[in-house]
């Protein structure tokens, strides 16, 4: 079995009281030695299933059924073998970590060694246009050591740091985006640029933003690239240093947004990391507070920023929306407009009511034709059907066109949506079942990469389970 070993699966069987887990699904009753019941792989009606303390097995008598713990709640909770190990392993309290998790943790060790070395780079004295940089952003000395900024300036001292560390595979930095190859030696994206760590839920440290310091540097942002530890849509910046106050956070669209706020007292801020809203970063606000304000910068692209929120799926959320009236939070807090932010705030509205406004300021400019389009577009794209259809009316209100017209081609377009939703789903069953048929495909099919075209379901099960196997 790769990535559970021999050892781990010993050590999880030893922890397990193989009647104390079979009482919990099946009822027995102690009869000499052994412990019996009715068997729950097939349908009997006097007792043929025996479980044994001594040996940890059960046996049934009648289909033939037998095994050991993790025999038992595979077949019992329809696992696949690593799924079993897992959940035996949670029942006794014992950690199991993979070759996966290994190599996750690896990783994560890399980023925390880069994430002191630009730490230490950034103090060290040695770099001028950082420190001045931060100063004329207004970023504080007790801020930049909270949120752990620091500053890249020398590719070698980072590859040493690394190397004091352990880290001589240069393949583990190159897999994560802290070092690229070049013609001759290396180098590493964020060279030049304050370096702004982003730290996951469980508090480590998984990747950086990297901010330009000087005009002729060619984009004003570099992320870490995507890899196994970091994912832009599942991450945001401030997650370790939010603090939730009145079930309500708050989120802005930049780096240097969630410092000012912070600095201005508003600590429950956390920042996108340079995307729109994702359904993944809308889970983890949900596990924050109730009440979600999202903050948008003036221009047009904090408009855009609305408009593409509403398709996020929401259920325990209340999600509001400011529309910032000039620059964005970080230029607002620093021109001193505090007070006029809170107020900002307490004025919140529903984001279809802010979506249906920016629709019609746009009326001056835009044919009717083409902003009743892109209303119809952005209705089919609204997960709850009741608010879709709210949006299609008071769009068509605003718009001036009478409301079925809007709803009769946003139906279209869901209708449209919904057929193509289902032949996707007809050719996932295809996929998953002729592989099971032919388990030589899996050597011809990439099915990692597969893996993500799948929507979440039975179908994504199995593959991942083939995976597994793999
Ligand atoms: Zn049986």
Redesign the pocket.
Known sequence: MPGIPQETIDRVLDATDIVELVGSYVTLKKVGLNFQGL?P??S?KTP??SVSMEKRMFR?F????SGNAITFIKRHQKLSFPEAIRLLAERSGISIATEEDKKRETLVFCVAKAQEEFRRQLKSGSYLSPLKYLKERGVKAETQEEFGIGYAGSVKELIGSLKRWGIHDKTIPLSIGLLREKEKGMTCPFMGRITLPIVDHKGNTVGFGGRAIENSQQAKYVNSSESAIFSKRRLLFGLNRVKISDDTVLVVEGYFDVLSLHQAGFTNTVGLLGTELSAEQAKILERLAHNVILIFDADAGGKAAILKCLKIPRQNLSVKAVLLPEGDPDEFIRKGKVTEFQGLIEKARGIREIAVEIIGHRVKEESVERLTEEATRIAAEIPDGMEANLFAEEAAKTLNVPAWVLQEKTQARREKKEKIAERKRGLERFLVNELLKNPGLKDMLRLEALKDLFEEGEEKRILVRQILKQ
């Open positions: 068997c792989f097939h009997e043929s299933f049934c009648g289909c033939g059924a």
